[in-house]
């Protein structure tokens, strides 16, 4: 069971990481108002996106740069204020709410469902509640989801029989990376992905390990004494499809951090006091800040 204290730590990591991703999404003209009011769109076979594609949602927001500008800033400052006020809960319903928002007119327009967002849309959920007893089985339950995420990729790809399949990696090679091959045929990520071409063998022993990684994360619906080697494996695995798919999911390292031994972390006096004591500029931290 996590304090009040140790909530509003939580809170500035949580939102930390999040204002960090929607920074990072801003410099990579990702934002809504930086879509330059589109007008080719996909809500795919997705019940959400078709109410909000018939309620004219998407196209109200991209279609007004004023208005998704707003939007945008927001977005980001309800994400800010969730860090520097983590007791405000209308800060991180704001944010939850924008964030869904955010997620489904993006994605339609991205033509993409761009699926590591995710992080960003769920891991706010927990600090809308200042209910400890509530916050504590939302935090839980962003873990069992995020063992989820990891386990369900790895089934898949044993159920449908890809990790059988010698030439799997190096499809996804072919498939996603023929734009790298021909603006950068010479740089190193281009050279990478043509030496695993030349190397089917090791391409698939590659797939087949990623396979077994995300797999082993079954193990945390059984216990919680691995889930630092889990957070190490989940590291290993954003680092390996990085270098093997160029790819990196940021945003979702944020559900991650549900692995990490939070209880042992923040029950160190002078770690509590330091991270609480930043907003404040004082020794007693959120005294009084934040309570069911």
């Not at 069971?1 to 960090?20: D, N």
């Not at 007119?105 to 200042?130: E, K, S, W």
Request: hydrophobic share 55%; charged share 10%; aromatic share 16%.
């Amino acid at each position: 069971m996590f304090s009040a204290r140790q909530r509003s730590i939580l809170a500035r990591v949580v939102f930390g990481w999040i204002l960090v991703a929607l920074l990072w999404r801003w410099a990579n003209g990702a934002m809504l108002s930086q879509l330059e009011a589109p007008v080719l769109g996909n809500v795919y076979k997705d019940l959400t996106f078709w109410v909000f594609e018939l309620l004219g949602v998407q196209q109200a927001i991209t279609g007004s740069f004023t208005l998704a500008l707003v939007f945008d800033v927001l977005l980001t400052s309800s994400a800010a204020i969730a860090l520097f006020a983590p007791q405000k809960v209308w800060a991180a319903r704001t944010y939850c709410a924008l964030i869904l928002i955010y997620f489904i007119v993006q994605t339609t327009y991205a033509n993409h469902h761009y699926r590591p967002i995710i992080g960003l849309v769920v891991a706010g959920l927990p600090f809308t509640f200042l209910s400890l007893d509530r916050f504590n089985a939302m935090f839980q339950g962003l873990r069992y989801y995020l063992l989820f995420i990891y386990t369900s990729a790895g089934l898949y790809k044993v159920f449908r029989g890809s990790w059988l399949n010698m030439d799997q990696m190096t499809g996804i090679i072919q498939n996603t990376q023929l734009e790298l091959f021909l603006a950068s045929p010479d740089g190193w990520h281009a050279q990478l992905f043509t030496w695993l071409l030349q190397h089917q063998s090791v391409s698939w022993m590659l797939f087949l390990l990623a396979t077994v990684l995300e797999v082993v994360f079954i193990i945390g619906y059984f216990t919680r004494r691995y889930d630092l080697w889990l957070f190490i494996t989940a590291m290993s695995l954003h680092i390996g499809f990085y270098f093997t798919m160029r790819f990196f999911a940021f945003e979702l390292i944020v559900l991650d951090l549900t692995l990490l031994p939070w209880e042992r972390i923040l029950s160190t006096a002078r770690i509590t006091k330091v991270i609480a004591g930043i907003s404040t500029g004082g020794p007693n931290g959120l005294r009084g800040t934040a309570h069911p």
